[in-house]
């Protein structure tokens, strides 16, 4: 089983930058065999797809939200997936996680083996 572990989140000031890890572990094919995608969730509310980079290491999209800003990339040595986010404001505080797929899109259900996910903080 493909297990990920999110980290790098914080508290940031508006404006600032922060870079998120997906890392990808446990047994079963590495990372790059699967669809890697961005989500983030504030309480009671739906979980947003952000962006997703699929195993062709092709970027599937960009949320309007995070458009311009946010960054999808990954190291396959180091089986990892990364978030750059720049630029951020206060309506980024959420919870950021990542998940694999077998097909990039932003609906959470095309997903599976959820990290448990990192707390972004943006302060205005």
């Known amino acids: 089983q493909v297990q990920l572990v999110e980290s790098g989140g914080g508290l940031v000031q508006a404006g600032g930058s922060l870079r998120l890890s997906c890392a990808g572990s446990?047994?079963?094919?590495?990372?790059?065999?699967?669809?890697v995608g961005w989500f983030r969730q504030l309480p009671g509310k739906e979980r947003e797809g952000l962006t997703c980079?699929?195993?062709?290491?092709?970027?599937?999209y960009y949320a309007d939200s995070v458009k311009g800003r946010f960054t999808v990339s990954r190291d396959i040595n180091r089986n990892t997936v990364y978030l750059q986010m720049n630029d951020l404001k206060a309506e980024d505080t959420a919870i950021y996680s990542c998940?694999?797929?077998?097909?990039?899109?932003?609906?959470?259900?095309?997903?599976?083996?959820w990290g448990q996910g990192t707390q972004v903080t943006v302060s205005s």
């Open positions: 980079i699929n195993e062709w290491g092709n970027i599937t």
């Open positions: 446990g047994s079963g094919f590495p990372l790059y065999f699967y669809g």
């Open positions: 998940a694999k797929t077998e097909s990039c899109s932003p609906d959470p259900a095309d997903f599976d083996s």
